[in-house]
């Protein structure tokens, strides 16, 4: 196998600057690569489980060709979309997103996730990443012996600025419960797979318990040593890792911002929950929580 060196050289990779994790890679995404390149390629996105590629121009297809090296990226219309605040039917407007991974109350969550910054003005905000490998990483060991074996139950967000809980759930929401560590496809490494927006509860745990102990996974998954915030430029495209990754962002405000979104997932959301036209209306209408 090639060493982390011979990767780095036939990819250009390096660690992003001023951030605690991550790697930017020096490649033109349109141009073939290797099958050298994209074995390096994948190596280098599974140390972190999050790649940047800087000066992008890619359509929706080109960039669906480049998430397949990471995983099967998905073709369907409704799990692939455009992020923005001032495009007409842009999916989730301007409110604030905690930290998450994507749809983790489903039975498969997805892979991973990618956008493509197509129009991006100054003060545009950021995207915030915070990594449950480095998170497991940090625990102490009588902390990971607690929670290794645990289930955590995850349920659909109601974007309220805050946890989502059980009273807050609505007749018909979805609802799926996984293990609290869950291990990295192609390493096993294990990572922290709760998140501050969807997991609702520690199961067969009392609710202040259960509370307690998601409160201080959250110190390690969040604090801001492991957080990277990354202020996007026109042409980036960042991968991610959806289950050992986590994103977020603040208020997006007026400065225009634009992302294009391809998800990598072996199942899209409507083949897991067909019946569930809800959230698909729900993300076009996304409004800031009342105060």
């Keep these: 196998m090639a060493s982390e060196r011979e990767d780095d050289e036939l990819t ?15 490649l033109d995404l349109t141009a073939p690569l290797s099958e050298a390149q994209r074995a390096a390629l994948l190596r280098i996105y599974r140390r972190d489980g999050l790649i940047l590629f800087r000066g992008q121009a890619l359509s929706r297809e080109q960039q669906q060709a480049a998430c397949d090296l990471f995983g099967p990226a998905l073709r369907t219309e409704l799990d ?23 749809i983790p109350y489903v039975p498969a969550p997805f892979l991973g996730g990618s956008l493509h910054a197509l129009e991006v003005a100054e003060g545009a905000a950021a995207t915030r990443f915070a990594n449950a490998l480095r998170a ?24 309220l600025g805050r946890r989502t809980t059980l009273a807050d759930l609505d007749p ?25 927006d ?11 318990e259960s509370d307690a102990l998601l409160e201080d996974l959250f110190g390690y998954l969040y604090a801001p040593d492991n957080v990277y915030e990354h202020h996007w430029r026109e042409g980036d495209l960042v991968i991610w890792d959806n289950l050992a990754v986590q994103h977020a962002r ?28 809800y959230l698909h209306d729900a993300l076009q209408k996304v409004e800031e929580p009342a105060s």
């Excluded at 842009?90 to 997103?97: Q, S, T």
């Design 136 to 159: 497991w990483d940090r625990l102490p060991s009588a902390l990971k012996t607690k929670v290794e074996g645990l289930n955590a139950l995850h349920v659909r967000g109601h974007m």
């Design 250 to 277: 603040s208020a997006t405000g007026n400065a225009a911002r634009t992302l294009q979104r391809v998800t990598i997932a072996h199942f899209g959301y409507w083949e897991q929950v067909p019946t569930d036209l």
């Design 198 to 208: 969807m997991s609702a509860c520690i199961t067969k745990m009392a609710p202040g």
């Design 12 to 26: 250009g990779a390096k660690p992003i600057a001023g951030a605690p994790f991550g790697w930017e890679c020096d």
């Design 172 to 196: 018909g929401d979805m609802a799926t419960v996984h293990p609290v560590v869950g291990k990295q496809e192609g390493t096993c490494r294990p990572y922290l797979f709760v998140n501050l």
């Design 80 to 102: 692939n979309y455009v992020v923005s605040n001032v495009v007409e039917g842009g999916f989730l407007g301007k409110a604030e997103l905690l930290f998450h991974n994507d």
